[in-house]
T-cell receptor
Framework: KNEVEQSPQNLTAQEGEFITINCSYS?????LHWLQQHPGGGIVSLFM???GKKKHGRLIATINIQEKHSSLHITASHPRDSAVYIC???????????FGTGTSLTVIP | EPEVTQTPSHQVTQMGQEVILRCVPI?????FYWYRQILGQKVEFLVS????????KSEIFDDQFSVERPDGSNFTLKIRSTKLEDSAMYFC???????????FGPGTRLLVL
């Protein structure tokens, strides 16, 4: 069973395009994490949110608790944004994590 | 900027051997985690650790696995008798508090032959 579902699995965009990655979850959560995994494998945390919206530079993350859905938006996409974006749900206790399969983003110049 | 470090970066071992993967979390962090990622698959949660004990563990974290904070800086994952299916990238992460950003180490790539 997949507690966290992401879409799309793969995404190719032209530089400058607005990008949306979606995440749905079926478990009760205390927070939702968005992570970026670089081509070399390293993982960086982008956002952790439990309600509303957060913005950092060109990245925006939103969450709708009632609908159990979160989105990650990238405005004015750039080739350096090419990476795998992973959604992870933290359980109600905050100590267990359920990961999506990731969205592989390629931004073409 | 402080970072989480992991050693070794790569390890090759024979099936049935014990391996210890080491992590040095960020110094003022209190929550520690291990994850694994089998090649081509999603990241999976293994275990969380706080106050010198396991907070939560996944179904993957069976009796072959153990974690320890042997001193004030290291956080280790031991696999007692490795199996072929343990081959994966293992990531350590730490956070200052439960609901704060996790910082990930660069990972240890384990290959079991």
């Amino acid at each position: 069973k997949n507690e966290v579902e992401q879409s799309p699995q793969n995404l190719t965009a032209q530089e400058g395009e607005f990008i949306t990655i979606n995440c749905s979850y079926s478990v009760g959560i205390s927070a939702l994490h968005w992570l970026q995994q670089h081509p070399g494998g390293g993982i960086v945390s982008l956002f952790m949110l439990s309600s509303g919206k957060k913005k950092h530079g060109r990245l925006i993350a939103t969450i709708n608790i009632q609908e159990k859905h979160s989105s990650l938006h990238i405005t004015a996409s750039h080739p350096r944004d090419s990476a795998v974006y992973i959604c992870a749900a933290a359980s109600n206790t905050g100590n267990q994590f359920y990961f999506g399969t990731g969205t592989s983003l390629t931004v073409i110049p | 900027e402080p970072e989480v470090t992991q050693t070794p970066s790569h390890q090759v071992t024979q099936m049935g051997q014990e391996v210890i993967l080491r992590c040095v979390p960020i110094s003022n962090h209190l929550y520690f985690y291990w994850y694994r990622q089998i090649l081509g698959q999603k990241v999976e949660f293994l275990v969380s650790f706080y106050n010198n004990e396991i907070s939560e563990k996944s179904e993957i974290f069976d009796d072959q696995f153990s974690v320890e904070r042997p001193d004030g800086s290291n956080f280790t994952l031991k696999i007692r008798s490795t199996k072929l299916e343990d081959s994966a990238m293992y990531f350590c992460a730490s956070s200052r508090d439960l609901q704060e950003t996790q910082y990930f180490g660069p990972g240890t790539r384990l290959l079991v032959l």
